[in-house]
């Protein structure tokens, strides 16, 4: 085993083909050691040099909805009005701070992916 950070784009690509290798490697073995100190510098590389950013909150919303078999009428149960509702999911209302709440509690969607900005 020879680990070392992964720097370059080369180091990542060499890092990923013996991942590859080592997939399925039993835990507890030398290369299960090997597997997950590696997955740990692959993971660390990818945040640093691929982040994903937050989605749109109102694309959250949606989605969640979907998800979760929700109507317009079951989300202005939990924020009110349907018109505000229309209003929010087109964009033409930002969320409130008791709304977020709301919308945090009842579909679990992440508060700090609902605070941004659309």
Not at 49 to 56: A, E, K, L, R, V
Request: hydrophobic share 40%; no cysteine.
């Amino acid at each position: 085993m020879n680990i070392k950070p992964l720097r370059t784009k080369k180091d990542y690509q060499q890092a990923i083909k013996r991942l590859e290798l080592l997939f399925d490697a039993k835990r507890g073995t030398l290369q299960g050691d090997e597997l997950e100190i590696l997955s740990v510098l692959v993971d660390m590389y990818e945040r640093e040099h691929f982040p994903i950013g937050y989605p749109d909150p109102i694309e959250a919303i949606k989605f969640r909805m979907e998800q979760l078999g929700f109507t317009p009428t079951d989300l202005a149960n939990v924020i009110g009005f349907k018109s505000r509702v229309s209003e929010v999911l087109n964009k033409k209302r930002k969320l409130s701070l008791d709304m977020i709440r709301k919308l945090h509690n009842t579909l679990s969607i992440p508060t700090d992916v609902l605070i941004r900005e659309y």
